[in-house]
């Protein structure tokens, strides 16, 4: 017998596209009441439900393959929870900027509702350990929320996991806001999966992020347009690197 699909926890309104769910919805509904480890596998930008249920289904099928398991074996121990978000706003065409700019922004305003909805989700514990595996612009929202959960006190971060991360290495830079979390001492570790080889970070990612409205751009600001590098897409080399930081490419461990 295969075993059971994973809960979710879901913001989105429609299975593509769609609103924001003011609340997002545990399937079902006692999924995670009482969990005080959970392992949350974010999806990245421009994936329909569809879409980033066959990614987590790919993704789980690997894990059951390196870890030797039977098929009726829960992976992580049945700590998995697979999180859904509309980052699907629209045809990825003469519109690329303002789609990007869209789901840049619900990425972001999710991330900051997360943290109390994970709160209520898993009842009244006194901590929850969380660690998370993200794609994309989902590594974006997971630096978002990070920085928000170091601040709640029964929550912590374990292990990070990011592939083909969509997030500006100069946000990662002292003393901007992303950079926060990378440096609290309730972050155990984050590791940065990346690849040259990725021609969407290496040509669409810099387009849109340049185009999008509140990162920081002001008149003159050339200097970051030449300089908007992908954390996924190079190994990235700062002056001064996060205590908690690796980097892996996926060319060489694949």
């Given amino acids: 017998m295969a075993s059971r699909r994973p809960p979710k926890l879901t913001f989105r309104a ?14 079902p509904g006692s999924a995670l009441i009482g969990q005080r480890y959970l392992v949350l596998l974010i999806h990245g930008f421009n994936n329909t439900q569809k879409q980033a249920q066959e990614a987590y289904d790919g993704f ?12 009726d074996q829960p992976v992580a121990d ?4 697979e999180f ?12 690329r900027a303002k789609n990007y700019e869209d789901s840049l922004e619900r990425a972001i305003g999710i991330a900051q509702q997360l943290p109390e909805a994970l709160r209520r989700a898993v009842g009244h514990n ?5 660690d998370i595996v993200a794609h994309s612009m989902g590594c974006r929202l997971t630096l978002e929320l990070i920085r928000r959960l170091i601040a709640v006190p029964d929550v912590s971060i374990q292990r990070v996991v990011f592939m083909a ?13 992303l950079r926060t979390g990378l440096d609290h001492p309730r972050v155990e570790g984050v590791m940065s999966l990346f690849s040259a080889d990725d021609s969407v970070l290496d040509n669409a ?31 990235w080399v700062p002056v001064n690197p996060p205590r908690v930081l690796s980097q892996e490419n996926q060319i060489q461990i694949s």
């Fill in 60 to 71: 789980l099928s690997l894990q059951r393959e390196l870890g030797d398991l039977n098929p």
């Fill in 14 to 27: 429609e299975p593509e596209s769609g609103d924001v769910l003011e609340r997002p919805r545990a399937c």
């Fill in 78 to 81: 049945g700590r998995i929870v």
């Fill in 84 to 95: 859904y978000w509309p980052g699907d706003v629209g045809w990825w065409g003469w519109s």
């Fill in 126 to 130: 006194d901590r929850i350990e969380i």
């Fill in 205 to 235: 990612f810099p387009l849109g992020q340049w185009d999008a409205q509140g990162e920081s751009w002001t008149d003159g600001d050339e200097w970051r347009r030449g300089n908007t590098v992908a954390l996924g897409h190079e190994r």
């Fill in 165 to 177: 991360a969509a997030v500006p290495t100069f946000l990662l830079e002292p003393p901007e806001r």
